[in-house]
């Protein structure tokens, strides 16, 4: 009969109770497992992952990893990879350690998240790699344009026109160190462990108004449909963000007087966020890039309305570290669509991670 032994584990059976309570304390997360893959004690942790389904092992590597101590009953190593949720390509790989015990014939498994300490360190190397090249062509330029200041001081026209390109650049500067921030900190940070139920409603309307000068300016009009009553859990800040950076694309690369849109869908667990323009679209062969740090379809178009090329990226992590996926279809010269997944919350039982 399973049972609760307080608010959080869950057990089956009679085990020492002693046992048991150490197993709670641990930091780690664990499992008992008699034989049959029969699961005698699993602690919160491991229902929040989603390893269990009906009482069940989900995860055919870490039933693997358990028939293995079962046969040898030597203590097992290994790491695991589950899905952070029902969508997306998100991964989250644990360790977990399968210790055989003789006397109960049982195996306790002790699961623990170390690896995203390594895959953060990775990720870090080489992204600071890529922005010490990005920051060298706004500083070059700086630095060429004070000398042109300069050689040029009885001259009042130059120097007003120098100066305007040094305003432009520092401009450049000063919005790529904000987005490198933006991207690091989503890079460290799980927005799962400090999740927040968000109304999609609220989050997309904060981000239409975040859009909303640029948008006057090029006589864009950003539209809404009516929005679903869905929650989704997250970091509220980063999911806005996200939407904006749709948004501040949608407009960049669309002619003046043009329209953009948001429209929001429900299909089953997933509501999709929809933002579509009539601009100048991406070309077939370079859709899967432009999710890469750095990467631009035409870096002097970028340059000129500011883009950094980690607006996507960004948009990307977030989806991703949600448990969601981010889509794009585009026509060159017709318009592009993006579409953010994410899956939706409902408080009793169907809370995806
Ligand atoms: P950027 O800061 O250069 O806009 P992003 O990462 O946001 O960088 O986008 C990468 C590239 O993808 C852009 O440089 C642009 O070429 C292309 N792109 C993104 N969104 C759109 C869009 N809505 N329409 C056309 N091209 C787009």
Redesign the pocket.
Known sequence: MWFRRDESDVVVDEISPTFLNVLSELDQDALLIAPGEVIRFATEGIEALHLLRDGRLNSPELIALIRVVRRTHQTHTGKIEIPRGPIGEGLRELTVRAIYLEDLDNIVVLLSDESEAERVHEVRRDFVANISHELKTPIGALSLLSEAVLSAADEPESVVKFATRMQIEAKRLTDLVQEIINLSRLQDSDPLQVATENYVEDLVNEAIDSVKTTSEAKGIAVSSNAIPEVVVLGDSEQLVMAIH?LLE??I???PENTKVSVSCTVNGDIVEIIVA?Q????PDDVQDR??ERF????PA??RE?G???????IVKHVATNHGGEVKVW?SPNVG?S?AMRLPIYTPNGGATQ
């Not at 601009?279 to 991406?282: D, F, L, N, S």
């Open positions: 950076n694309n949608a960049n690369y669309s323009d601009g100048i679209g991406i432009i999710f990467y631009r379809v035409d178009r970028s309305t883009g950094t090329g980690l607006g996507l990226s585009s592009s993006f």
